[in-house]
């Protein structure tokens, strides 16, 4: 089934984002350490995937070019309009709904091991990759969850239209792509998404305010450039 690991870490992020929500009654202290405890993670782990880069301006150019790209799309203002939709629907007035959906949505999607499972789910039917991150995500929409409220839950549903869609894509178009570009792109694609996730860090503990989602169109273009310079 190749769906199955895409499945599974939809459902774990429901499970743990259900687990959070017991949990709101935790005092507001106790919230904010742990929120900065997620943030401090979130950091080191985005520093660490944005050092496995290999032509650190490449990664710059198609980070601000994304940039640029998705302020015109309003991707962030798009992605918060569809989370205070959902809010208006599912959650009380004035709760951090969007701010739940978004964030976690964007820790969830970004970074190359959901694109590294997704396409081994769909080449091989190999789900360990999805299943490791699943209970990664699994643990993280727990806390998320209990300090962001039910936003978080809804996560669940791009998570498993994203990797599910990478899956089946795989499994038609990966069998012409050469290993060594795979392996490039899945290295270059880990980089900027590291430095986007060290955004999202920064974010979470408060220091700044930046419009992470404008910066996705970057991985796109990312490929395009790779693969044109691997072709070249």
């Not at 309003?74 to 599912?90: A, P, V, Y």
């Amino acid at each position: 089934m190749i769906l199955l690991g895409s499945l599974i870490n939809g459902l774990a992020i429901i499970f743990g984002s259900l687990l959070g929500a017991v949990l709101r009654n935790i005092s507001e202290q106790m919230k904010d350490t742990v929120t900065k405890g997620i943030g401090l993670g979130v950091l080191v782990l985005g520093i660490q995937m944005a050092f496995k880069t290999s032509s650190f301006i490449v990664i710059l150019i198609s980070l601000c070019l994304g940039a640029m790209f998705g302020e015109l799309l309003r991707i962030e203002d798009r992605m918060n309009r569809f989370g205070i939709k959902l809010e208006k629907r599912f959650a009380k007035p004035d709760s951090n709904f969007a701010e739940g959906f978004v964030t976690a949505s964007l820790i969830f999607l970004i970074g190359s091991m959901g694109i590294i499972g997704a396409i081994e789910s769909g080449v091989a039917n190999n789900h360990q990759t999805l299943f490791t991150k699943a209970v990664m995500d699994g643990f993280m929409s727990i806390m998320l969850s209990a300090t962001l409220g039910v936003g978080v839950l809804f996560s669940a549903v791009p998570v498993f239209l994203y990797q599910g869609g990478i899956a089946l894509l795989a499994s038609v178009l990966m069998r012409y792509i050469p290993n060594e570009l795979l392996d490039l792109l899945m290295g270059e694609i880990s980089s900027i998404g590291g430095l986007m996730i060290l955004a999202i860090g920064l974010n979470i503990m408060g220091l700044t305010k930046i419009r992470v989602s404008n910066y996705l169109p970057g991985i796109i273009l990312l490929i395009g450039i790779i693969t044109l310079q691997f072709y070249l």
